[in-house]
RNA sequence: CGGAAUGUAGCGCAGCCUGGUAGCGCACUGGUCUGGGGGACCAGGGGUCGUCGGUUCGAAUCCGGCCGUUCCGACCA
């Protein structure tokens, strides 16, 4: 993409709607813009981000789940049947049709996937089974804040797995927490799982994944050495490896604010060890057993030949805050970093001037090869100075920078610099058609 | 929902106290120069001052209602 025809507003000053850094950096680089209250339409580039995360997530829950895609517009009987259309409260938005019929936005989607399970599925030979789908949210926030990190609207990655017992629903859950572990893993996030209170989802057993940062919504209370951990090699059909892991992590002491026990704090974790920080939750785990499947009427035979309600259990990821999580843990003075696997551009060309003929060549068949190699590259081909064109590349945060200009196009070289470290590297121009592949 | 701010050009703000019909910086348009970190100069364009009503000869300014947005708290992916 050439910048000059790119749709890209960014800012100079800070909006003063904005308080939190990854809001305002996201309202700089021109990723969106805000329509209402927690409302945000998407721009080019933000969407470009949102897009290569929902990517991220779907190369690894593709590996334990099938996608569908479920509507935004839910009908509100099925709700009536859970007990949650007044459970849920005033979050839910609630409105009529023409025909009076009382509809919702969807703020979950719980109750809707269980109706299609038991409407279609009646046998434990379909089992297990797991469903996700990435979908737009709402839900009628008191108070939206913070950007995209606390919206009315959102975009949700939300699985539901289908189990004959609960053993079996365990086992999904494992390789559930072992899949987001990996996801937040390929962004680049540090997210530490942290046990949690179930809420208005219900059921027994869950955990909240939360990425450390200090404009995190909760205080969180942890021992240090679960910072350490790493992710084995394991493959998701080894359920005894990935129990290990998850009863080798979820030993460390880990709690939000509304679990948290000094006593047993105090008692169980070192003072060195002890980190009281906070956080962002950015993923949740839930198991629930028959708590929809009950009052929906989703049953299965079993092998015994007896009906009963299939175990189940559902785990949501916030997509849409994650693109703000990411900021808050990738940012500096100048703007954004982006890990490359989010990146919305892979290299950004910065063609320090472009009324130069040798410059403008060299930057166009740079450019050209990129593109042949289906890499994406945003080329600064604007008739700027070489000031804006770098804050601005600094400020969206690609992660190399080609720089070109006549200073070393003269000598026979350009510049590749790294966003993150700033570390660059003088480039043989000879070498230009080489240089997605050893970027250094 | 309790507490607190705020609404003036695309963005950031001043003007309001003490009423006299709107200004600054950035951005934008045309031009000249400049050219490796948001450059300089010249000439321009753009605002029913959130909205409705009241007071007044006259309201961005004073008074009232409504709406929007933000921050702190309780609540949450």
Redesign the pocket.
Known sequence: MKRSQLFL????????????IS?RLML?SGMIR?S????YSWLPLGYKVLKNIENIIRSEQNLISQELLMPTIQDSEIWKKSGRFNDYGK?MLKFKDRHEHELLYGP?NEELITDIFSKNVVSYKSLPMCLYHIQW?F?D??????G?????E?L?KDAYSFDENKEDAIKCYNRMFLSYLRIFKKMDLKAIPVA??T???GGDLSH?FIILADTG??DIYLDKNILGENIPNIKYDEPLAISDLVDKLTSYYTAAD?KHNEDIYIKSVKENDRLKTRGI????LFYFGNKYSKPLEANITNTDGQNIPVEMGSY???V??LVGAIIDAHNDD??IYWPESVAPYMFGIVN????DNACRELSDSIYNNLRKSNIEVLYDDR??????K??????IGIPW?I???????KNGY??L?NRETGK?VEVDVNEANNIAKNKF
């Not at 926030?141 to 913070?146: D, V, W, Y």
């Not at 770098?390 to 400020?395: I, R, V």
């Open positions: 507003p960014t800012l100079k000053e800070n909006p003063s709607e904005a308080s939190i809001h700089r805000q209402s209250s927690g409302i979050e979950t949210k839900r926030e008191i108070r939206p804040r913070f995209v990190m606390r919206g009315r959102f949700m949690a209170d809420g208005p989802i909240e919504e909760s509304d939750e950015v993923g949740h949501g990821i916030g849409s805050r100048k703007g320090l001037r472009q009324d008739n700027e100075g070489a000031g804006i770098l804050a601005e590349m600094d400020l920078q720089r070109i200009g006549p200073r070393g196009v350009f510049e610099m660059t």
